[in-house]
């Protein structure tokens, strides 16, 4: 199994910049990819972006231009940069792992986004 832990969340204005960070522990070698996730409250919770193992990257369309993700292997660590910032981004963020025997997710971070 693979342990996830999110940090970085907060309130931000409109405008402004946040890093959420994911550190993954435990069977990390058995990820294939690493996704972030968010969820406002009614809706379902939605692909933001994605890393596979050999580094190719998803953004969705609805933050293209403004969020992107990457990774450092040697910290197990996964960011998710989100620039420009919009109150739609408002929303819980989760950190998900895809390995070969299922999902594992992180508990979530809050980032706020006031107009």
């Known amino acids: 199994q693979v342990q996830l832990v999110e940090s970085g969340g907060g309130l931000v204005q409109a405008g402004g910049s946040l890093r959420l960070s994911c550190v993954a522990s435990g069977s990390h070698f058995s990820i294939n990819a690493m996704n972030w996730y968010r969820q406002a409250p009614g809706n379902e919770r939605d692909l933001v972006a994605s890393i596979t193992r050999s580094g190719r990257t998803n953004i969705a369309d609805s933050v293209k231009g403004r969020f992107t993700i990457s990774r450092d292997n040697a910290k197990n660590t996964v960011y998710l940069q989100m620039n420009s910032l919009k109150p739609e981004d408002t929303a819980v963020y989760y950190c998900?792992?895809?390995?070969?025997?299922?999902?594992?997710w992180g508990q979530g971070t809050q980032v706020t986004v006031s107009s």
């Open positions: 998900n792992a895809q390995t070969w025997y299922g999902d594992d």
